[in-house]
């Protein structure tokens, strides 16, 4: 299990890497379209084809691996960011205010998730400039996917609050925000990390649904969810099996990423 | 009585959370509606013939809409009147289009989500009482690869085989689904009475149906609530790669053409459909916990 665990750490290495360096290793922007090679099979020159406009597949793929890589980690902070502060509150607080507060939780975690998705993406410009629907893609996602380690943060929270060296720690008159950053927050981090990590390809799968919906990140720019749009011409998808290039690439990605944060789970229980 | 009581408590509590529930998503999407670029911004601002005080009199009549609570108070309003809007990209009334298209979804959610359950079921039931490695090999696989696949992607592929929406829908509710149950069923089956009653010369399968199954059965009814919501996240993109006329279709189509009264009511309906589900398989999992108690 060790051995898997590092193995997929290694290929989430280079896939990042990858990521990172597509501007360095794409033989062709990814926008330049070569109308006179459009549809093209696999070649020397476009080692994955072109696409009805004549674009380079393979510069597409790696610059669509930067988009959904990249992005996802922060939609990832920004949920996690939330669900931390909300927890921590619903935990320091007690009575009607706790309640009330878990009551509210529970309420937005009950709404279907993508639809809520959907329509805040809905009531925003469709046509918008395709770096700010990158953004906005990403904020819906890390604003709406916070709820469901509010709970468990919050319990977490109130349990390190009874215990003995917090008690202590009050009583020699530490500050509140001392105690909240210094003694509350090393018990929160296990839990945090592992949300982080679990999340993360929750949210590439749900920006490549919402991409081949047409609702996520905008043309020209690639992800990988626009770049599996593709296959929804059946016929097409059948007599160019090189079109399930970006699809391999993102069950391997995200499966890989399910290893590493069932892994790190499993560390944070026996710790 | 008993029974009566839980069925009563539950009912109660599932109003109360509908009340809650369905009115604060009103309030958000109004929210969102008047800080949503274009919001003040008519047609009739676009006629020449129009002088500019009107206009600008169009402009403020816009901007004094901006209140959500107003605007989610007379929505509401409308709703329990049964009037429902109108759609602004079918140009037909939001009550018509749900009723022609509601059986489509219903159907697929119940068939795809219970095909998912019963699966998971029936795979966790046999490896976990015949211990049978390939199978579990065999579903570990399968369970592996098809959670690292977005569920769009799981739909395209069961259009190529020229499958349904609720066969879609059952391969991306199995292995989130059998994960569970597998852990669930394992654990019931390592109890010191199943293995008790094993040693005794006892039949696994009937070891396994009289002392290990009655144990897991409140979590296994709960499983369902978790299958009926990956289910409803799940139909969405389903419905749209597989081209099916349903509800989620229509609400994929409303978010491309900004139809927001659609929109908004197929969220409404959908977010409705959930809430009632969680407390039918609380209710469930309660009595059958009682029952074996």
């Known amino acids: ?271 | 009585m008993r029974l009566a009581r839980i069925a009563l408590a539950s009912a109660w509590s599932l109003a109360g959370r509908l009340a809650v529930r369905l009115p604060l998503i009103v309030l958000a999407a109004s929210a969102l509606l008047c800080v949503a670029p274009g919001f003040d911004s008519d047609e009739k601002m676009l006629d020449t013939r129009l002088s500019s005080t009107t206009i600008a009199g169009i402009r403020d009549a816009r901007e004094r809409q901006r209140d959500p609570l107003r605007m989610s108070a007379e929505y509401l309003g409308r709703v329990v009147r049964g009037d429902l809007g109108t759609s602004a990209t079918l140009g037909a009334p939001v009550a018509q289009l749900a009723r022609d298209r509601w059986s489509v979804t219903a159907r697929a959610l119940v068939f795809g989500a219970g095909a998912g359950w019963l699966t998971a079921l029936a795979a966790a039931a046999l490896i976990a009482a015949f211990r049978l490695r390939t199978l579990r090999f065999g579903a570990a696989a399968a369970t592996t690869l098809l959670i690292c696949m977005p569920s769009s992607l799981v739909g395209l592929f069961v259009a190529l085989l020229n499958g349904s929406v609720a066969w879609a829908l059952a391969a991306v509710v199995f292995p989130r689904v059998y994960q569970y149950m597998d852990r669930v069923l394992t654990q019931a089956c390592s109890a010191a009475h199943v293995k008790m009653a094993q040693a005794t010369g006892i039949p696994p399968l009937r070891a396994f149906a009289r002392a290990a199954m009655p144990a897991a059965l409140p979590e296994l009814v709960a499983v369902a609530g978790i299958a009926a919501n990956l289910g409803l996240a799940a139909i969405v993109p389903l419905e749209a790669v597989c081209g099916a006329p349903g509800l989620a279709e229509l609400a994929w189509k409303s978010a491309l053409g900004r139809d927001i009264p659609v929109l908004l009511f197929v969220t409404l309906a959908l977010a409705a459909a959930a809430t009632t589900v969680n407390a039918v398989v609380d209710t469930a999992s309660a009595s059958v916990r009682w029952r074996h108690a």
Request: aromatic letters at 6%.
């Open chain 1, 1 to 271: 299990m060790k051995a898997a665990r590092l193995g997929c750490l290694l290929f989430l290495a280079l896939a990042y890497a990858v990521a990172a360096g597509a501007s360095l290793l794409a033989a062709h922007p990814y926008e330049r379209q070569d109308r006179e090679r459009a549809a093209e099979p696999p070649s020397l020159s476009y080692p994955l084809g072109t696409d009805e406009l004549g674009r380079d597949r393979l510069s597409r793929l790696l610059y669509g691996t930067r988009t959904s890589l990249l992005l996802a980690p922060a939609a990832t902070l920004l949920a996690t960011s939330i669900a931390a502060a909300v927890g921590t509150l619903a935990g320091c607080t007690r009575g009607a205010l706790q309640r009330s507060v878990l009551y509210l939780v529970d309420t937005v975690s009950g709404t279907p998730w993508f639809l809520a998705l959907l329509l805040a993406r809905a009531l925003l410009p469709l046509n918008v400039d395709a770096a700010l629907s990158v953004a906005t893609t990403f904020l819906l996602l890390g604003a709406l996917g916070w709820p469901h380690a509010v709970r468990l943060v919050a319990a977490r929270t109130t349990a390190a609050m009874r215990s003995t060296f917090y008690i202590q720690a009050r009583a020699c008159g530490v500050r509140p925000l001392r105690l909240l950053s210094v003694h509350v927050a090393a018990r929160l981090r296990p839990v945090l990390a592992a949300h982080f990590w679990s999340t993360m390809p929750v949210f590439i799968l749900a920006e490549a649904n919402l991409s081949v919906l047409g609702l996520g990140v905008s043309e020209p720019l690639p992800s990988l969810g626009n770049l599996i749009a593709e296959f929804r011409d059946c016929q097409i998808a059948l007599a160019s099996p090189w079109l399930l290039a970006p699809a391999l690439l993102l069950v391997a990605v995200v499966g890989a990423l399910q290893v590493v944060s069932r892994g790190l789970n499993q560390s944070y229980d026996c710790a």
